[in-house]
């Protein structure tokens, strides 16, 4: 079975065949930094950084970019506040929202645009459009004419009458169309930069399609980010590249669904959010990663309480069963580097069926009774082979259960309380037993 993935553009599960062979070219919108990242910013975050390690562990090669928008009115609005150049608080943000995703086991993408290193870009960009009709400048401000797009909505499954009523859609009397947006702002506030339209800055939507075009060309594999960002801002960066490349920018566009918290929205305006950075350790980040991925992508997550001690203790279990059988395989010189063949197939299986994530927990569940039962019985052996599966499976998935190998004096250790349970030499197996509680090995 090849992978089968849900293209929001076709509204439909559609088999996945890259553009040029076994490359992969994948973008995901990344962050506004101008605050930190709560744990619902961090849900796209974990699963394209995990879809990353599938495609690769499916033997695609991959290329994933994901921008950085370091300029914004948000990012302006909290330079001013802090008396700072908007240049050292996107820096400062930038840089906790590594350490924020490093937390929750997602690696740096292989490619980080900064929309500030595009402008020049984005300026030539936006006066091809007006050049050919697709954009107006009044007053410096320059705005896209989504009337020349026939098949504007096309993503967010809309048509131009009902948005064009929709409350989303701001007023603004400069624009010809209410569905109109901005492309370029005039601005006497903040960071501007010099243009044919005027002083200004470019608009957010501009900023992903000129980046996606300068790093990838025409059309690239997968476009992806939060659902929120199907409608406007995936539309519109659509509409853009059909007026100057006739393309849909990207084959396949994938959107993952909200973490709400108490049938919210997650938002700093409510109040209602948990900070990546205020998670207490690494192992809470596992917790989050897991409770993310083993939920459906598509649909919104439900967090409260009760769901993350579900997740902290299904990592628990993983994590006593892991630890136990890997410590005893590593004293008897029992490790093996293969793997069950069809626990792999299995979870092949499964993730090509558009990452069905329920079906894998059920799999992961399935080899940890296994591996107990296999260490209750003592077939090292095998227990080896199912050991290394399970690894690899978290591997792929990004699950890190922080167990690593023993050094010498802790394996010794290991060894002689073995040892001494076996002879039943009680007072000798608890004081190595109290040695390795110390160094919390077990």
Same mark, same amino acid.
């Given at each position: 079975?090849?992978?089968?993935?849900?293209?929001?553009?076709?509204?439909?599960?559609? *088999?996945?065949?890259?553009?040029?062979?076994?490359?992969?070219?994948?973008?995901?919108?990344?962050?506004?930094?101008?605050?930190?990242?709560?744990?619902?910013?961090?849900?796209?975050?974990?699963?394209?950084?995990?879809?990353?390690?599938?495609?690769?562990?499916?033997?695609?090669?991959?290329?994933?970019?994901?921008?950085?928008?370091?300029?914004?009115?948000?990012?302006?609005?909290?330079?001013?506040?802090?008396?700072?150049?908007?240049?050292?608080?996107?820096?400062?943000?930038?840089?906790?929202?590594?350490?924020?995703?490093?937390?929750?086991?997602?690696?740096?993408?292989?490619?980080?645009?900064?929309?500030?290193?595009?402008?020049?870009?984005?300026?030539?960009?936006?006066?091809?459009?007006?050049?050919?009709?697709?954009?107006?400048?009044?007053?410096?401000?320059?705005?896209?004419?989504?009337?020349?797009?026939?098949?504007?909505?096309?993503?967010?499954?809309?048509?131009? *009458?009902?948005?064009?009523?929709?409350?989303?859609?701001?007023?603004?009397?400069?624009? *010809?169309?209410?569905?109109?947006?901005?492309?370029?702002?005039?601005?006497?506030?903040?960071?501007?930069?010099?243009?044919?339209?005027?002083?200004?800055?470019?608009?957010?939507?501009?900023?992903?399609?000129?980046?996606?075009?300068?790093?990838?060309?025409?059309?690239?594999?997968?476009?992806?980010?939060?659902?929120?960002?199907?409608?406007?801002?995936?539309?519109?960066?659509?509409?853009?590249?059909?007026?100057?490349?006739?393309?849909?920018?990207?084959?396949?566009?994938?959107?993952?669904?909200?973490?709400?918290?108490?049938?919210?929205?997650?938002?700093?305006?409510?109040?209602?959010?948990?900070?990546?950075?205020?998670?207490?350790?690494?192992?809470?980040?596992?917790?989050?990663?897991?409770?993310?991925?083993?939920?459906?992508?598509?649909?919104?997550?439900?967090?409260?309480?009760?769901?993350?001690?579900?997740?902290?203790? *299904?990592?628990?279990?993983?994590?006593?069963?892991?630890?136990?059988?890997?410590?005893?395989?590593?004293?008897?010189?029992?490790?093996?580097?293969?793997?069950?063949?069809?626990?792999?197939?299995?979870?092949?299986?499964?993730?090509?069926?558009?990452?069905?994530?329920?079906?894998?927990?059920?799999?992961?569940?399935?080899?940890?009774?296994?591996?107990?039962?296999?260490?209750?019985?003592?077939?090292?052996?095998?227990?080896?082979?199912?050991?290394?599966?399970?690894?690899?499976?978290?591997?792929?998935?990004?699950?890190?259960?922080?167990?690593?190998?023993?050094?010498?004096?802790?394996?010794?250790?290991?060894?002689?309380?073995?040892?001494?349970?076996?002879?039943?030499?009680?007072?000798?197996?608890?004081?190595?037993?109290?040695?390795?509680?110390?160094?919390?090995?077990?």
């Amino acid at each position: 079975m090849s992978l089968k993935i849900y293209n929001s553009l076709s509204n439909k599960i559609e *088999e996945f065949k890259p553009i040029n062979g076994n490359k992969v070219n994948m973008y995901v919108c990344g962050p506004t930094v101008y605050n930190y990242i709560h744990i619902g910013n961090a849900r796209p975050v974990i699963f394209y950084d995990m879809m990353r390690n599938y495609l690769k562990f499916s033997g695609y090669d991959v290329t994933y970019a994901s921008n950085i928008t370091d300029i914004d009115d948000k990012i302006i609005n909290q330079a001013i506040k802090e008396n700072k150049t908007e240049k050292v608080v996107a820096k400062f943000f930038e840089d906790a929202f590594f350490e924020a995703t490093a937390k929750v086991g997602s690696k740096k993408p292989d490619l980080i645009p900064h929309a500030t290193e595009y402008i020049p870009e984005m300026i030539n960009f936006i006066d091809e459009l007006i050049k050919k009709g697709y954009a107006y400048n009044v007053d410096g401000d320059v705005f896209f004419r989504v009337s020349k797009i026939s098949d504007y909505g096309i993503l967010s499954n809309q048509v131009s *009458e009902d948005l064009d009523s929709g409350a989303r859609i701001s007023v603004n009397n400069k624009k *010809e169309s209410p569905l109109d947006f901005a492309l370029w702002k005039n601005t006497d506030v903040g960071i501007k930069w010099e243009s044919p339209f005027g002083l200004g800055r470019p608009g957010w939507h501009t900023e992903c399609v000129v980046m996606n075009h300068k790093l990838f060309g025409d059309v690239i594999d997968i476009h992806g980010g939060g659902m929120d960002l199907k409608f406007p801002h995936h539309e519109n960066e659509i509409a853009q590249a059909k007026a100057l490349y006739n393309t849909n920018l990207a084959k396949y566009w994938i959107h993952v669904g909200r973490l709400n918290m108490k049938g919210q929205k997650m938002s700093k305006s409510l109040g209602n959010v948990i900070l990546v950075k205020d998670l207490k350790d690494s192992t809470e980040g596992m917790i989050l990663r897991s409770l993310i991925l083993f939920s459906p992508y598509r649909n919104n997550i439900e967090y409260d309480e009760d769901l993350r001690n579900l997740y902290a203790k *299904e990592y628990d279990k993983w994590q006593r069963a892991y630890k136990q059988s890997l410590y005893q395989l590593q004293a008897l010189d029992k490790l093996s580097n293969d793997v069950v063949k069809e626990d792999i197939d299995e979870f092949k299986l499964q993730m090509d069926d558009d990452f069905n994530v329920q079906n894998v927990l059920t799999l992961i569940n399935s080899i940890v009774k296994d591996i107990n039962t296999l260490l209750r019985s003592k077939d090292y052996d095998k227990l080896a082979v199912k050991v290394n599966t399970f690894k690899t499976i978290l591997d792929v998935l990004g699950i890190n259960l922080f167990v690593e190998l023993l050094d010498d004096e802790s394996l010794n250790d290991y060894k002689n309380w073995n040892e001494a349970r076996i002879n039943k030499d009680f007072e000798k197996a608890d004081m190595y037993r109290q040695k390795l509680i110390e160094k919390g090995l077990i």
